[in-house]
């Protein structure tokens, strides 16, 4: 499976910022995907996940209320639509495939990753 991540930019400081991830897998029904970010010098962290049909997500504390995970089947697309973000809010946002099973909180669920787009909040 192969993940293609676009839409990042920069942004000030509340404003709003959708990102993409599509796939060319022909089962993308069939599993999660979420969403993970990396800043300079930190490790990559859990933002979202979605389950197979969208009617179960997930999210870090740190964007619940603010980010909002979806997908959409017909297109092996997932969004990750961010609102009132924040300087913290920068960094390489990664999209990634979770295995057949596995925590949707865990980096070491998923087994296949985007090559990320990078989010830039200005304050």
């Known amino acids: 499976v192969q993940l293609q991540a676009s839409g990042g930019g920069l942004v000030q400081a509340g404003g709003s910022l959708r990102i993409s991830c599509t796939t060319d897998?022909?089962?993308?029904?069939?599993?999660?995907m979420g969403w993970f970010r990396q800043a300079p010098g930190k490790e990559r962290e859990f933002v979202a996940a979605?389950?197979?049909?969208?009617?179960?997500?997930y999210y870090a504390d740190s964007v619940k209320g603010r980010f909002t995970i979806s997908r959409d089947n017909a297109k092996n697309t997932v969004y990750l639509q961010m609102n009132s973000l924040k300087p913290e809010d920068t960094a390489v946002y990664y999209c990634?495939?979770?295995?057949?099973?596995?925590?949707?909180?865990?980096?070491?669920?998923?087994?296949?990753w985007g090559q990320g787009t990078q989010v830039t909040v200005s304050s």
């Open positions: 897998g022909r089962t993308f029904s069939t599993y999660y």
């Open positions: 979605v389950a197979w049909l969208g009617g179960s997500t």
């Open positions: 990634a495939k979770r295995k057949y099973t596995g925590d949707p909180y865990q980096r070491a669920s998923y087994d296949a």
